[in-house]
């Protein structure tokens, strides 16, 4: 099956800007797009030319590091670029949906709004596990898009490749996957990888979002992949502006990427996990902690006595974690990033010294919930 098949008739047939970069990159004088000739400034950087659109070498890097074609990788501010633009290609106002696992990450649901797309709903289970029969049950004629985020924000729970794969296949020709990889560097290993980007060949409705966000220390660029069939690639760049990528972003994402960065990260990464798993255990020894759920990502869901109150000793103390009590399921939660050592011990201080319950338990604020 063409993806592309199931967009919205007017974006496919949509003519895209054509920007002056991509007109001619070729000669020496570029007197075409209205730009200073002089660079600016500050020296190193010709920031009077606008961006390559998707520069080849971000692509060739991002390609070989997830492990697929360069046609079949499109870069973006950010994942939630990703995220916006297959729910605006692919969802009709008031006619098509998404679907999502509560609770899950805010922006699905969130982009389906300003879309005013639908949003169907088949929670995790009890567990904070994917139920994959929920979401075939859930799914109507509507349901364009099913999003999956994996490891989860903000619970932490993994789910299994095996488990990915069979909804893709049961979703084919109905609906596209859109797995959220965010947190996938944090991972366990696992011998078939823990990606499912390699499996793009295979299934034509699967998409994968990814970031350098997270593991690769990048938040501040906003660079984020999504991979995908590449006419669904093609179809997306219709969808975006004509310069998306920041030359300073392309170059601090290049710079990571290559060379001594590469090696970095990975030890970083190392270091969060050995982290993750000390943190839990410190939490689980504190009497004012509930439950530290299990968590494959960068951060601990934990369940509290009192969550309000350790909230605001963590606060008293300057450290800021995030309220999740609005989230289904987690009314008694707050999630906690893994910092470096040295932040997560003042952590465990606090919260050590904590009786269960130390005030009434106050109301969580409202609102959309965005990282
Ligand atoms: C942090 C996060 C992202 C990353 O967003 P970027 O736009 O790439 O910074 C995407 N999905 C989830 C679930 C996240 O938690």
Request: glycine letters at 6%; proline letters at 9%; one cysteine or more.
């Amino acid at each position: 099956m063409n993806p592309v098949e199931l967009a919205r008739p007017e974006i496919r047939a949509l003519q895209p800007y054509s920007s002056a970069r991509m007109e001619a990159d070729t000669g020496s004088i570029w007197l075409n797009a209205n730009e200073s000739p002089w660079p600016p400034l500050a020296p190193d950087s010709p920031w009077n030319r606008y961006p390559d659109p998707q520069p080849a070498p971000l692509l060739e890097a991002l390609a070989e590091l997830y492990g697929v074609r360069r046609e079949q990788l499109l870069v973006g501010r950010g994942s939630d670029e990703g995220i916006d633009l297959m729910v605006r290609a692919f969802c009709a106002a008031g006619r098509d949906a998404i679907l999502v696992s509560p609770p899950t990450f805010g922006m699905y649901a969130l982009c389906a709004r300003v879309q005013g797309a639908g949003i169907v709903e088949a929670p995790l289970r009890r567990d904070f596990a994917l139920d994959a029969e929920a979401v075939l049950a859930a799914v109507t004629p509507a349901v364009k898009l099913v999003f999956l985020c994996a490891p989860n924000n903000p619970a932490g729970a993994g789910v299994p490749r095996a488990a990915i794969l069979r909804l893709a296949e049961a979703l084919a020709g109905r609906a596209l996957l859109v797995v959220d990889e965010a947190y996938a560097e944090f991972a366990d290993p696992d011998p078939a990888g823990v990606s499912v980007a390699g499996d793009l060949d295979r299934h034509a409705n699967l998409v994968v979002l990814r970031t350098l966000s997270k593991a690769w220390g990048l938040a501040g660029a906003r660079i984020g992949a999504l991979l995908a069939d590449a006419r669904l690639v093609a179809l997306l760049r219709k969808l975006m502006p004509p310069y998306p990528l920041p030359s300073p972003s392309v170059q601090a994402a290049l710079r990571v990427l290559t060379g001594q960065d590469r090696q970095a990260m990975r030890e970083r990464v190392r270091i969060v996990r050995a982290e993750r798993t000390r943190l839990a255990a410190g939490l689980a020894q504190s009497r004012c902690v509930r439950k530290v759920l299990p968590s494959q990502a960068n951060f601990l869901c934990v369940r509290f006595h009192d969550a309000a109150a350790a909230g605001a000793a963590l606060l008293a103390a300057g450290v800021v974690v995030r309220d999740v009590r609005r989230y289904p399921m987690l009314g008694d939660a707050l999630r906690i990033s893994i910092g470096t050592p040295a932040e997560n011990d003042r952590v465990l201080e606090v919260l050590q010294v904590l009786p269960p319950v130390t005030q009434p338990v106050e109301s969580a604020p409202r609102g959309e919930v965005h990282a």
